[in-house]
């Protein structure tokens, strides 16, 4: 006896293909292709002329099924065209800012929803991309075998070795995780997880795993996990794991509609001012990606609070300000000879 592993909405979406195309299947050469009896066939058959209302007839002298109406489709594979932009603008978003390795099956996805389209639905991809397009501003690009092998893991809590560089130590190290979540962030994706070197949930960038491989060992995601709370204490992409603090910035009335237009973070607020300004007030817990973003606008961005922050960004300008540039050291070294 043989023993189907297609599942019974791939049958009802293998027999609707063969019906709209008019190639007449019937039970034997339906069976035969999705490895069923005849008998299953008749009864998705049956299903679908019932449940579906599909006008499903049978033709005795050309031995196979067909639709009566041209346009039919079935109820769950009816899409209209503004879905199917909808779709094509999705997989646009993704191919760019989910990243490449993920890209092939997205193409392969939509070939298959494009496939089970209506004759009335005559939208085009190619002409779509004409009109629309997505670019990310940054992107960091990881294998996609091992993109694969983050996604298989998460599913099916799979714990992983690593092979990681660290950027900030420009060291690489073996961390042995439990890998919870993927999420895409400004455009770059990011692993969190558990890491048994840290012990304690981190962040990871799959553009620097070097290689994975995993332990054999499984584990259970906390029941009490939530990825909106462990990145919203961040700004951007990197999170503290102290307390929340309270940051203020004051932003020129200049660049005030630029600040009151955007989300910039879950936790923020706006005050207008008197002059046309605004004071955007957050609770962050790192400083690092706000620091750098607010310095981003130059003048027209005040550190009201917190005092740390107006001092290390007072540092940096410092620090900048005093660095010699690469002309003047050449010109100390060529004083320098000159003496001797």
Known sequence: MRLSTRLPLERLAKIDQELRQGSWPNATSL??????????IHRDIDFMRVSLQAPIEYDAVRRGFRYTEANYCL??????????LALFLAELLMQAYGETPVAADLVRFFAKVKAMLPDT????PQHLAESFSARPSTQSLGDAKQFQ???????????????????????????????????????????IAYCHLREDIRTFSPGRIRSLKQTGETFNRPADFRIADYLDGGFRKVRG??????????????????????TWHSSQTITNEPDGGVILTLKLTHLLEIKRW??????????????ELREDIVRDLRTTLTRPT???????????????
Request: aromatic share 10%; with cysteine.
């Open 31 to 40: 069976a035969t292709a999705l490895e069923v009896t005849p008998r299953t």
């Open 75 to 84: 109820p769950f594979f009816r899409i209209t065209e503004g879905e199917y």
């Open 121 to 124: 639905v005559t939208l085009e």
């Open 149 to 191: 092998a983050l996604i298989t893991a998460i599913d099916k809590k799979q714990q992983l070795e690593l092979v990681y560089w660290t950027a900030s130590r420009d060291e690489t190290c073996r961390r042995v995780v439990e890998p919870y979540h993927l999420a895409s962030i400004d455009g770059e994706w990011f692993l």
């Open 241 to 262: 794991a102290g307390r929340a603090q309270t940051v203020r910035l004051r932003f020129a009335p200049a660049i005030a509609p630029l600040i009151r237009e955007r």
């Open 294 to 307: 607010a310095m981003s606008w130059g003048a027209e961005c005040e550190v009201l609070e917190p005092e």
């Open 326 to 340: 690469k002309e003047q050291d050449l010109n100390r070294a060529d004083c320098r000879w000159q003496a001797s």
